[in-house]
Protein backbone atom coordinates (compact mmCIF):
# COMPACT_ATOMS: atom_id res chain seq x y z
CA UNK A 1 0.00 0.00 0.00
CA UNK A 2 2.64 2.05 0.64
CA UNK A 3 4.95 1.74 -2.55
CA UNK A 4 2.43 3.93 -4.92
CA UNK A 5 3.06 6.90 -2.56
CA UNK A 6 7.17 6.17 -2.41
CA UNK A 7 6.88 6.12 -6.18
CA UNK A 8 5.29 9.38 -6.35
CA UNK A 9 7.74 11.13 -3.78
CA UNK A 10 10.63 9.30 -5.86
CA UNK A 11 9.48 10.33 -9.22
CA UNK A 12 8.41 13.66 -8.25
CA UNK A 13 11.64 14.41 -5.89
CA UNK A 14 9.72 15.69 -3.10
CA UNK A 15 12.05 15.79 -0.01
CA UNK A 16 9.80 17.05 3.21
CA UNK A 17 11.70 18.44 6.06
CA UNK A 18 8.60 18.58 8.42
CA UNK A 19 10.65 19.79 11.39
CA UNK A 20 11.29 22.62 8.90
CA UNK A 21 7.85 23.37 7.55
CA UNK A 22 9.74 22.70 4.07
CA UNK A 23 9.46 20.68 1.19
CA UNK A 24 11.97 19.99 -1.51
CA UNK A 25 11.63 19.49 -5.24
CA UNK A 26 14.86 17.95 -6.79
CA UNK A 27 15.04 16.90 -10.07
CA UNK A 28 11.30 16.26 -10.86
CA UNK A 29 10.35 13.52 -13.64
CA UNK A 30 7.04 12.73 -15.19
CA UNK A 31 7.35 8.97 -16.96
CA UNK A 32 7.11 10.05 -20.80
CA UNK A 33 2.95 9.06 -21.24
CA UNK A 34 2.46 11.91 -18.40
CA UNK A 35 2.14 15.57 -19.38
CA UNK A 36 0.80 17.51 -16.93
CA UNK A 37 0.45 16.25 -13.14
CA UNK A 38 -1.06 17.97 -10.06
CA UNK A 39 -1.11 17.33 -6.57
CA UNK A 40 -3.87 19.13 -4.32
CA UNK A 41 -3.68 18.72 -0.61
CA UNK A 42 -0.32 17.65 0.02
CA UNK A 43 0.08 18.17 4.19
CA UNK A 44 4.44 18.65 5.06
CA UNK A 45 4.39 18.72 8.86
CA UNK A 46 1.28 21.18 9.65
CA UNK A 47 2.01 22.94 5.97
CA UNK A 48 -0.14 22.14 2.77
CA UNK A 49 0.90 22.83 -0.68
CA UNK A 50 -0.96 22.54 -4.59
CA UNK A 51 1.62 21.99 -6.89
CA UNK A 52 1.82 21.15 -11.04
CA UNK A 53 4.35 19.36 -12.91
CA UNK A 54 4.53 20.08 -16.53
CA UNK A 55 6.13 18.66 -19.27
CA UNK A 56 7.69 21.60 -21.61
CA UNK A 57 9.88 21.46 -24.81
CA UNK A 58 12.53 22.13 -22.58
CA UNK A 59 12.09 19.62 -19.66
CA UNK A 60 9.74 19.03 -16.69
CA UNK A 61 8.64 22.58 -14.63
CA UNK A 62 7.02 22.95 -11.23
CA UNK A 63 4.40 25.80 -10.49
CA UNK A 64 3.37 26.45 -6.89
CA UNK A 65 0.04 26.93 -6.82
CA UNK A 66 -0.59 27.58 -3.34
CA UNK A 67 1.31 26.79 -0.24
CA UNK A 68 -0.31 27.48 3.52
CA UNK A 69 2.54 27.31 6.66
CA UNK A 70 4.94 25.37 4.19
CA UNK A 71 8.54 26.85 2.15
CA UNK A 72 8.78 25.04 -1.14
CA UNK A 73 12.05 25.19 -2.99
CA UNK A 74 12.12 23.71 -6.43
CA UNK A 75 16.12 22.79 -6.75
CA UNK A 76 18.02 22.21 -10.06
CA UNK A 77 14.45 21.58 -12.50
CA UNK A 78 15.36 18.41 -14.89
CA UNK A 79 16.11 19.70 -18.58
CA UNK A 80 15.63 17.50 -21.34
Known amino acids: AG ?4 LIESL ?9 AKLRVVRPMLPPFVHD ?3 RDLRVGNGIADL ?18 LDV ?8
Open 3 to 6: SVPH
Open 12 to 20: LGLVPEAFD
Open 52 to 69: RFSRTPRGITTEILEAEN
Open 73 to 80: VVENERFA
Open 37 to 39: LEL
